[in-house]
């Protein structure tokens, strides 16, 4: 697993099929800050799908590249190996190919909850995941190799509880079925944070008492479950650990197939502020968080905001930049074809400054260019992507690409007073809202 040698300007990509969320928002926002920390460029390109995402958006671009779970297709991959440049997947294993993968020490984080419980006396522990996820199943593989060596252990198949999502009401089901079996297990490992939730509440209202273990640290857990031990996978770790990886294969250092970060353990505390501190102290965004003017003004205005955006056909796209300046210096609107070779280009159709929205639709020739070099700084005078910090939405409408939606910012801060998480859930609201407007059109289209 080698590469040229490190170049002087780094730009890391990172592909994720969200940006926001516990696991997935946290990890792309440290990678964020870890990139300004370091004077990167950074670009993180939203792919809203797992395994199918194939437009090589920018790829000619980056220095490195880093997939969360598999928020691409194994072809592009395998296209971004081919060009020479670093890839690293965090959480999901895209063998045959030569890609590290980096994550949570699963191993050492299942012995660590299952050592746990059994210093608590408990000798029957259940378990609940999703298996169709990658760190789930390898959690379970673990936890059902510490049951079978464990010589007192009375956990078996009956104590196996698969969920089809990693979400609280795949939590509620599971207890659900607990109940009614009669399950006798005195403590339940749940391969993910909000399953354990779901779980917790339902057999508190059971009046059953259980010890329950969560994967994540979520921040809701310390507020709506705080008696649940939780998993922390040290996700600022992993993301430190995936830039790690990318500036070892640029120097042509040997890299481990599995690069893996130790997990730590939560306990409910009787102090409820240290508890609530323990589940935010690596949190990116904590200080903005922490000022309520800002998170009221998110919180309350999503709806009305971004309807007003998609009521005006994007035209008061930028009119949400105030609270998101950091990140929305200069946007680009484009559509996609495709070009030679079956090759995604993408057309301009409107670029937004601060002040105001331009046209670019009735351009002769269009403004166009390939997926792999897409975007340019500049073009007649009009500013369009490639900042310091760069976000890509792209488009799909009744599951095709319709075109891409792109960010640029100017600032190279660790520390802003803009939240990239409120950004991303704004933006992503508005490209879902016209994804269904433009499908409506079609289909109302169509049926005349």
């Known amino acids: ?59 000619s671009h980056f220095t490195g590249v880093i997939i969360l ?104 089901n599971a207890a659900k079925a607990f109940l009614k079996r009669g399950d006798t297990s005195t403590a339940v490992i749940c391969g993910a944070g909000l399953t354990a939730i779901g779980f917790y509440e339902k057999i508190n209202k059971s009046n059953r008492k259980i010890d329950v273990v969560g994967f994540d640290a979520t921040s809701i857990t310390p507020i709506y479950a705080p008696n649940i031990i939780a998993v922390d996978q040290n996700l600022h770790l992993i993301a430190h650990k995936a830039l790690a ?10 890299v ?57 056909n994007l035209d008061e796209l930028m009119s949400i930049y105030p609270v998101f300046r950091d990140f929305m210096q200069a946007g680009l609107l484009c559509r996609t074809k495709l070009g030679a070779n079956n090759e995604t280009q993408l057309v301009a159709t409107r670029a937004y400054t601060e002040s105001e929205t331009i046209n670019l639709g009735s351009m002769d020739p269009p403004l166009s260019f390939s997926a792999d070099t897409y975007p340019v700084e500049k073009h007649n005078s009009h500013i369009f992507i490639e900042g310091m910090i760069n976000t890509h939405f792209p488009i799909t409408v009744g599951g095709k690409n319709w075109g891409v939606l792109s960010f640029s910012g100017p600032a190279n801060l660790a520390e802003t007073n803009s939240s990239y998480m409120g950004f991303t859930s704004y933006v992503d609201t508005v490209t879902q809202n016209l994804a269904h407007v433009l499908l409506a059109k079609t289909v109302l289209k169509t049926s005349e």
């Open 69 to 172: 779970k598999n928020a691409i297709s194994p072809a592009l991959a395998d296209r971004i190996l081919t060009m020479g440049i670093p890839v690293v997947s965090i959480a999901y294993d895209y063998y045959p190919l030569e890609i590290p993968v980096v994550g949570c020490d699963n191993e050492q984080a299942v012995a660590l909850a299952y050592n746990y419980l059994k210093e608590l006396g408990h000798n029957q522990i259940a378990y609940v995941g999703d298996f169709s996820q990658y760190d789930l199943r390898k959690r379970f593989e673990y936890f059902g190799k510490l049951c079978d060596q464990d010589k007192d252990s009375n956990s078996d198949l009956d104590t196996f509880y698969p969920v089809d999502n990693s979400l609280y009401r795949g939590g509620l």
């Open 245 to 254: 990886v990318i500036k070892n294969i640029q120097q042509q250092e040997e």
């Open 256 to 312: 481990q197939r599995e690069e893996q970060v130790p997990a730590r353990l939560i306990l409910p505390n009787e102090n409820k502020d240290a508890t609530l501190n323990d589940y935010m102290v690596t949190c990116t965004e904590k200080n903005i968080f922490a000022n309520p003017n800002y998170a009221k003004a998110l919180i309350t205005n999503n709806y009305e905001w971004t309807k007003q955006i998609i009521d005006s």
């Open 1 to 59: 697993m080698t590469s040229a040698s490190q170049p002087d300007n780094q730009h890391i990509a990172v592909f994720s099929p969200y940006l926001q969320g516990f696991y997935l928002g946290e990890i792309v926002d440290q990678i964020r800050q870890l990139c300004s920390i370091n004077h990167y460029k950074f670009t993180a390109i939203r792919t809203d799908s797992l395994a199918t995402f194939d437009i090589p958006l920018g790829v």
